[in-house]
C-alpha cells in the first residue's frame, strides 16, 4: 500500500512537473508564433473543403452550396455546386489578382479589394473562406487570458484591405472562437462564432460559424467536408480548371 502511494505521489509531482511545463511553454510564444499556430490549425499548407452556406438578408434567405481548394496563402479556387442555376461558375484567387467565372459569360476579372468582399451580399468573403483572413498582411499582438488568446490584427500600410483590425479570440490549443471585424474608423463591421469541433483527420476544425453584420444580416457556414496538406499542383488554380468543369456531361 505505501508503495502504491509514493507511486501515486510521484506520478502526480511528474504530471505537474510536465503541465507546468508545457504551460510555460505556451504562456511564453510571441503574437506571431500564436498567430502561426492558429494558421497551421485553420488553414494548413493546402485546403480542400465543401461548405454549405445559408445567407439570411431581411427576410429573404439563400442557400449556396461550395467547393474550395487553396494552396498556401496566394492560390484559391471556389467552385459553386448549388444552386443549380450558378452550378461550376465561382472565383479563382491568384495573389492580388481575382477572377470571377460564369459558364454563360466566362472569366471577369475584379478589382483585388473585392478579395475581402462578402460574396453573396453578406458572410464570408473568398478570404475567409480560403482561410486566408489571417495572413501576413497584419501586424499581430496578443494577450493571454483564462481561455487562451487574445490577438489583434492590424493591417500594414499599403495592404489591400477592407478592415482596420481584427479581434480573435483563441483557445489553449489555438482553435478560433470568435472573429470580429472592424473598419478603418473602428466600428464593427461583423462578428464571427466559431462552435461544434470536429476531427478531421487528426486535425480540430469549428464546422459552424454563423457571422453577423452591422446590417442585421446573418450568414451560417457549415463546413461539410474538410481535408487538408494535400498533394495539390499550382497548375490546378487557373481559369481554365472551370473550362474543364462546363465540358464535363
Same mark, same amino acid.
Given at each position: 500500500?505505501?508503495?502504491?502511494?509514493?507511486?501515486?505521489?510521484?506520478?502526480?509531482?511528474?504530471?505537474?512537473?510536465?503541465?507546468?511545463?508545457?504551460?510555460?511553454?505556451?504562456?511564453?510564444?510571441?503574437?506571431?508564433?500564436?498567430?502561426?499556430?492558429?494558421?497551421?490549425?485553420?488553414?494548413?499548407? #493546402?485546403?480542400?473543403?465543401?461548405?454549405?452556406?445559408?445567407?439570411?438578408?431581411?427576410?429573404?434567405?439563400? #442557400?449556396?452550396?461550395?467547393?474550395?481548394?487553396?494552396?498556401?496563402?496566394?492560390?484559391?479556387?471556389?467552385?459553386?455546386?448549388? &444552386?443549380?442555376?450558378?452550378?461550376? #461558375?465561382?472565383?479563382?484567387?491568384?495573389?492580388?489578382?481575382?477572377?470571377?467565372?460564369?459558364? !454563360?459569360?466566362?472569366?471577369? =476579372?475584379?478589382?483585388?479589394?473585392?478579395?475581402?468582399?462578402?460574396?453573396?451580399?453578406?458572410? &464570408?468573403?473568398? *478570404?475567409? +473562406?480560403?482561410?486566408?483572413? +489571417? !495572413?501576413?498582411?497584419?501586424?499581430? !499582438? !496578443? @494577450?493571454?487570458?483564462?481561455?487562451?488568446?487574445?490577438?489583434? +490584427?492590424? &493591417?500594414?500600410?499599403?495592404? &489591400? @484591405?477592407?478592415?482596420?483590425?481584427?479581434?480573435?479570440?483563441?483557445?489553449?490549443?489555438?482553435?478560433? =472562437?470568435?472573429? @470580429?471585424?472592424?473598419?478603418?474608423?473602428?466600428?464593427?463591421?461583423?462578428?464571427?462564432?466559431?462552435?461544434?469541433?470536429? *476531427?478531421?483527420?487528426?486535425?480540430?476544425?469549428?464546422?459552424?460559424?454563423?457571422?453577423?453584420?452591422?446590417?442585421?444580416?446573418?450568414?451560417?457556414?457549415?463546413?461539410?467536408?474538410?481535408?487538408?496538406?494535400? =498533394? +495539390?499542383?499550382? #497548375?490546378?488554380?487557373?481559369?481554365?480548371?472551370? =473550362?474543364?468543369?462546363?465540358? *464535363?456531361?
Amino acid at each position: 500500500m505505501k508503495h502504491t502511494l509514493l507511486i501515486l505521489a510521484v506520478l502526480t509531482v511528474v504530471i505537474g512537473a510536465c503541465s507546468a511545463v508545457a504551460q510555460v511553454q505556451t504562456d511564453s510564444l510571441t503574437a506571431h508564433e500564436v498567430l502561426d499556430r492558429v494558421n497551421t490549425a485553420w488553414q494548413g499548407d #493546402s485546403f480542400h473543403g465543401i461548405v454549405s452556406l445559408d445567407v439570411v438578408l431581411g427576410e429573404q434567405t439563400k #442557400s449556396h452550396r461550395l467547393e474550395i481548394w487553396t494552396l498556401g496563402e496566394e492560390l484559391a479556387l471556389v467552385r459553386v455546386l448549388a &444552386p443549380e442555376v450558378d452550378a461550376d #461558375s465561382g472565383y479563382l484567387q491568384l495573389g492580388n489578382q481575382l477572377w470571377y467565372y460564369a459558364p !454563360s459569360i466566362g472569366a471577369i =476579372e475584379l478589382p483585388a479589394v473585392a478579395i475581402g468582399d462578402a460574396l453573396f451580399g453578406a458572410g &464570408p468573403s473568398l *478570404e475567409d +473562406l480560403s482561410h486566408g483572413t +489571417l !495572413s501576413d498582411d497584419y501586424d499581430v !499582438s !496578443s @494577450v493571454l487570458t483564462e481561455q487562451g488568446y487574445a490577438l489583434t +490584427l492590424i &493591417p500594414r500600410a499599403d495592404t &489591400p @484591405v477592407v478592415y482596420g483590425r481584427l479581434e480573435i479570440s483563441v483557445t489553449r490549443d489555438f482553435l478560433i =472562437e470568435s472573429l @470580429v471585424y472592424y473598419d478603418q474608423r473602428g466600428d464593427v463591421l461583423q462578428t464571427a462564432t466559431f462552435a461544434d469541433v470536429t *476531427e478531421f483527420d487528426g486535425r480540430k476544425l469549428a464546422t459552424t460559424i454563423t457571422i453577423e453584420d452591422a446590417f442585421g444580416d446573418r450568414t451560417v457556414e457549415h463546413i461539410e467536408l474538410a481535408q487538408f496538406d494535400l =498533394e +495539390l499542383d499550382a #497548375s490546378f488554380f487557373q481559369l481554365e480548371t472551370f =473550362e474543364t468543369w462546363r465540358s *464535363e456531361p
